[in-house]
Nanobody, 129 residues
Framework: QAQVAESGGGSVQAGESLRLSCVGDGRAFIQHATGWFRQGSGSQREYVAA????????WYSDSLKGRATISRDNTRNTVYLQIDNVKPEDSDTYYC??????????????????????WGQGTQVTVSS
């Protein structure tokens, strides 16, 4: 089992950068891929980035591709999502979650929220123009 907690959200200006953190608790966290999702009020949860358990493969949604970097430090049980040049449309609550399959080598866009569990409480990001 794993528990996760997100942090790093807040209010930023368009064009700035922010780094979100996802701290995991438990061996499962470092043995499983981690995904980042975002969801606005009244909208569906969007899968935006993922990283495999070793940190050697990553995936990004078209909405973040070219502006985001996902990384992990398994010595700190932490996965990071840095978003550069943030836009007002990046305003959402961001969640991280743990892949249900251990030791997944490659993360892709075919994964969905049902492939993940142990969701955190989310961290709110507000981008003003």
């Amino acid at each position: 089992q794993a528990q996760v907690a997100e942090s790093g959200g807040g209010s930023v200006q368009a064009g700035e950068s922010l780094r979100l953190s996802c701290v995991g608790d438990g061996r499962a966290f470092i043995q499983h891929a981690t995904g980042w999702f975002r969801q606005g009020s009244g909208s569906q949860r969007e899968y935006v980035a993922a990283i495999n358990w070793k940190g050697t493969t990553t995936w990004y949604s078209d909405s973040l591709k070219g502006r985001a970097t996902i990384s992990r430090d398994n010595t700190r049980n932490t996965v990071y999502l840095q978003i550069d040049n943030v836009k007002p449309e990046d305003s959402d609550t961001y969640y991280c979650a743990v892949d249900l399959s251990p030791f997944r080598q490659r993360v892709t866009g075919t994964l969905t929220s049902v492939d993940f569990d142990y969701w955190g409480q989310g961290t709110q990001v507000t981008v003003s123009s």
